[in-house]
């Protein structure tokens, strides 16, 4: 199966208090891009974008299921608070509540996760998405949906495989748009 690379311009909306509620949204200069394939986007969304052409619109729900999941209270862990000092102080600029935080396990993998409590000892972390356990509406238009270049895959690759150094400028990319969670223009979101 090919590898398509998918450009879209989207506003995405979470149930809020009385209605909807906009909690992201790309310009049409800087839509979101992506190469199916690579599970770099939400399968549903992948699958509802891979047969729709350039200009078709789109309104689009995800169930939790489809999308994050449900909350797990699991995920919810303490941390002692001497993983966040730093020349023997706590790092106050950069652990505070709702600040989220690059963390690594045993294994390497590095993720990140919100600072929900700081006590004297432990510091609690949700590693929950932040949209876990909401329905996501997502409403846009497609902008371009080709088969992706041997170049684009193999800078995605690059990107996936940690060959960039983290970021795009090792692979002389740039930013795309400005939403970015982890992303940086090699076709991450979320």
């Known amino acids: ?14 149930d ?20 199916t394939g690579f599970g770099t986007t939400l399968d549903a969304l992948e699958k509802a974008f891979i047969n729709m052409q350039p200009g078709e619109e789109f309104d689009l729900t995800l169930t939790p299921e489809e999308a994050y999941g449900q909350r797990q209270e699991e995920y919810v862990i303490e941390v002692a608070r001497e993983v966040f000092t730093i020349n023997g102080h706590f790092d106050h600029d950069n652990v505070y509540v709702d600040a ?3 963390l690594q396990n045993e294994e390497g993998h590095r993720f990140n996760g919100r600072v ?39 800078h995605l690759m690059k990107h996936l495989t940690g060959g960039c150094g983290g970021d795009c400028s090792g692979c002389g990319g740039g930013c795309d748009h400005e939403h970015h969670h982890e992303d940086c223009g090699c076709g991450h979101c979320h």
């Open 16 to 35: 809020g208090d009385n209605e909807k509620e906009l909690i992201e949204e790309t310009r049409e200069d800087q839509p979101y891009m992506f190469i």
């Open 116 to 154: 929900v409590e700081i006590g004297e000892e432990q510091v609690k972390i949700d590693l929950n998405h932040p949209f876990a356990g909401q329905t996501l509406y997502f409403k846009g238009k497609i902008q371009e949906n080709r088969e992706a270049t041997q170049q684009e895959v193999d």
């Open 100 to 102: 989220i935080v690059p």
């Open 1 to 14: 199966m090919e590898n398509r690379m998918i450009s879209v311009q989207y506003q995405l909306y979470v």
